[in-house]
């Protein structure tokens, strides 16, 4: 999805006529305002499934604190929750910058600069997540094996 982004941005940055299609790097022939449309959609549904496992995530986090076991925690895994609540947290806020970015330009006739910077929020957002995916599966591992284990799930995602 990047190179079609950045050819759409790049696009409407030359200033081509709407109406002119170009073939892009994917091969479809379109208008490059129908292209940062057509990116734009794409975005947007990778963003829903971001927001969702941050969702499910955070919620998890936010229950567990609740459960009878809770205090059985040690000082470490109580450390690695609080830490993964505000990293839950956090990963809201790429999130909620989309939808501003839109409400700020929406009508203005900047979609590709729109699609561009919303590209770069996501891949900031999907690492937010891929850490906070990545913790939550060490505290449990951890919480549930041991902290070697906890350290062994943690492993492959840092990688």
């Not at 925690?73 to 501003?100: N, S």
């Amino acid at each position: 999805m990047a190179d079609s982004t950045d050819g759409a941005a790049g696009a409407m940055r030359a200033g081509g006529p709407a109406a002119e299609t170009s073939l892009g790097v994917d091969g479809r022939e379109e208008t490059p305002n129908q292209r940062a449309d057509r990116n734009w959609n794409e975005l947007l549904q990778e963003v829903r499934v971001t927001q969702t496992s941050t969702q499910i995530l955070g919620a998890f986090l936010l229950a567990v604190a609740f459960q009878p076991r809770f205090t059985e925690l040690d000082d470490y895994q109580r450390a690695l929750y609080l830490v993964l609540v505000a990293v839950a947290a956090l990963a809201t806020a790429p999130a909620l910058a989309l939808v501003m970015l839109h409400r700020k330009h929406f009508g203005t006739l900047q979609k590709a600069r729109v699609v561009l910077t919303g590209n770069r929020l996501l891949k900031a957002n999907l690492v937010i997540v891929s850490v906070l995916t990545a913790g939550v599966a060490s505290l449990v591992f951890d919480f549930v094996l041991g902290r070697t284990a906890g350290f062994v799930a943690l492993g492959p995602a840092c990688s």
